[in-house]
Nanobody, 130 residues
Framework: QVQLVESGGGLVQAGDSLRLSCAASGRAFRSYSLGWFRQAPGKEREFVARIVWNGAGDSYTAYSADSVKGRFATTRDNTKNTVYLQMNSLKPEDTAVYYC???????????????????WGQGTQVTVSS
C-alpha cells in the first residue's frame, strides 16, 4: 500500500512559479512510476508529467504534456520519498487541482491515463490569477 500526500499549492499571479511536493510511503518507492495530473472544474483529469525508473541505479526519464513542456518539470528525491513538480511561467489556464499518482509498473510507453496509476493523493489546489 502506498500513501501519497501533496503540498505546495496556492494562489499565484500569472508568470509566477510554484513547486508542488508529493510525499510517498512505501519501501519500493524508487522503482515506482510517479505521475502528476490536474483537473479543472468541469473538465476531465489530464496528464501533466511523470517520471519513470529506467531499471537500473538512479536513472529516471521524465515526460511532460505538450501543454506544459518547457514550463513544468518533475523530479524526485528518493532519500525523501518525494516527487516534485516545478511549475514556472504559470498561466491562468493552469488553474486546477493537482494530483500525484503512483504505479508499480514502469510507465515509459503509457502513463498518460489516470487508469495507468493505482495510488492517488488527495490533491492540492493551484490558482493562477491574471
Amino acid at each position: 500500500q502506498v500513501q501519497l500526500v501533496e503540498s505546495g499549492g496556492g494562489l499565484v499571479q500569472a508568470g509566477d512559479s510554484l513547486r508542488l511536493s508529493c510525499a510517498a510511503s512505501g519501501r519500493a518507492f524508487r522503482s515506482y512510476s510517479l505521475g502528476w495530473f490536474r483537473q479543472a472544474p468541469g473538465k476531465e483529469r489530464e496528464f501533466v508529467a511523470r517520471i519513470v525508473w529506467n531499471g537500473a541505479g538512479d536513472s529516471y526519464t521524465a515526460y511532460s504534456a505538450d501543454s506544459v513542456k518547457g514550463r513544468f518539470a518533475t523530479t524526485r528525491d528518493n532519500t525523501k520519498n518525494t516527487v516534485y513538480l516545478q511549475m514556472n511561467s504559470l498561466k491562468p489556464e493552469d488553474t486546477a487541482v493537482y494530483y500525484c499518482a503512483a504505479s508499480e509498473r514502469r510507465l515509459h510507453l503509457s502513463g498518460t491515463s489516470p487508469g495507468d496509476y493505482t495510488y492517488w493523493g488527495q490533491g492540492t489546489q493551484v490558482t493562477v490569477s491574471s
